[in-house]
């Protein structure tokens, strides 16, 4: 699979990552030096996990994914909620990880659970050795390796029932025969030997190399449109656009935050995203890079202006008052409860909805019960 710009593509593209690279530059340079900055940060990856499952076809409410993030779920998760949680939590990981891990062997192999065979893998850590400790063959061995086997015996034997009963060849009983499953998929559920991820994980890693010497966010568009094209993940899907934020902070391009992508790939049409024409496929990713980051300037403004009426509120209060650490929580999320600031501050609920009445924001249920508060 070829992705060279030539001066032709290049120039067609050229208004696109115009637009693309002065957004984030903005963007980047409005997060840095916000008060708000770290509010907008966390509750960036709200919707952005609700954008990746609205991107993939799957409706996911942003009040049910901060309960669920709480666990104060007013009902049982669906699996579209356990996912779009999965997300959120991938996000958090990588934004708090070196800007190179997510896009390095170690970090795919963390992110996906399924480290890459024949690349090295970086240590852990690099310190000294503990004095006195001298590794034997003991240690080297797991702690509950006895029992772990144990389980795998118990797993491939019921798989060996399985297949008699359906009639297959059990390859098992083949003395020195390799076995069918995966060591992490001993029922086979999810293996497919037509479906390298591995080896579609490497193809994909090795485009990074390529497109160093493109804008920021041309690479970035291109390094996404090759994840759209090679399907590296059959179940992590969604994790392209966190790689593609990586890839921005690693260039410097957006330091202050992991870049919301799937924001802006939402409003995008879904005729231009699957475009068999790569142009238009990249015009448009570059388009979902520059509505994102007007989405988040006009989110900042939004935050700014309701920190400034908050601080309105307490100014003149005494030092040790909650109601400051109260509107940097209500800056973090896209809406709280009673009890979820009860929880943070450490008070009863009833000491919760006086702070909230004091504080002055808006009530955005319109019950009497199970309300909940945001910035609107």
């Known amino acids: 699979m ?188 999810f293996g497919d030997d037509e479906w390298n991820e591995e080896e579609r994980l490497r193809e994909w890693r090795g485009l990074i190399a390529l497109v160093e010497d493109l804008p920021p966010s041309l690479a970035a568009a291109i390094l996404f449109d090759a994840w759209e094209r090679i399907e590296p993940l059959r179940r992590q899907h969604w994790l392209g656009g966190l790689l593609i934020a990586s890839s921005l902070r690693l260039r410097g391009k957006v330091t202050s935050h992991l870049f919301s992508f799937h924001t802006g790939l939402k409003q995008i049409r879904h005729e231009r995203r699957r475009s068999r024409d790569r142009v238009a496929r990249l015009q448009a990713f570059l388009d979902a890079m520059r509505e994102s980051a007007i989405t988040g300037l006009k989110e900042i403004d939004r935050l700014s202006l309701a920190r400034t009426q908050m601080e309105l509120r307490f100014r003149g209060r005494r030092s040790n008052s909650s109601l400051p650490q109260l509107a940097d929580f209500i800056l973090s999320r896209p809406m709280v409860s009673a009890a979820m600031i009860a929880r943070e501050l450490g008070v009863t609920q009833r000491g919760a909805l006086n702070l909230i009445n004091e504080i002055g924001i808006r009530e955005i249920t319109g019950r009497g019960r199970y309300r909940a508060w945001g910035i609107i």
């Not at 593209?13 to 940060?41: K, M, N, T, Y």
């Not at 049910?64 to 007013?74: E, G, K, Q, W």
């Open 2 to 189: 070829r992705y060279d710009i030539d001066a032709a593509t290049l120039q067609t593209l050229l208004p696109a990552i115009a637009g693309a690279e002065d957004a984030l530059a903005r963007l980047d340079e409005r997060a840095a030096r916000s008060p708000v900055g770290q509010g907008f940060a966390a509750r960036s990856h709200f919707f952005d996990a609700a954008g990746a499952l609205w991107v993939a076809g799957e409706l996911v409410h942003i009040e049910d994914l901060v309960l669920h993030d709480a666990h104060m779920d007013s009902r049982a998760p669906s699996h579209e909620l356990t996912i779009a949680h999965s997300v959120l939590r991938t996000r958090r990981r990588i934004e708090t990880a070196d800007s190179g891990w997510a896009l390095s062997a170690t970090g795919l192999g963390v992110l996906t659970a399924s480290p890459l065979e024949g690349e090295e893998m970086a240590p852990e850590s690099t310190g000294p050795a503990p004095i006195g400790h001298e590794p034997d063959d003991e240690d080297e061995e797991a702690p509950l390796a006895a029992e772990i086997a144990e389980l795998d015996a118990l797993l491939a034997r019921s798989q060996q029932l399985l297949d008699r009963h359906a009639g297959k060849p059990v390859a098992e009983e083949l003395e020195g025969a390799a076995p069918l499953q995966r060591d992490d998929d001993p029922l086979g559920l």
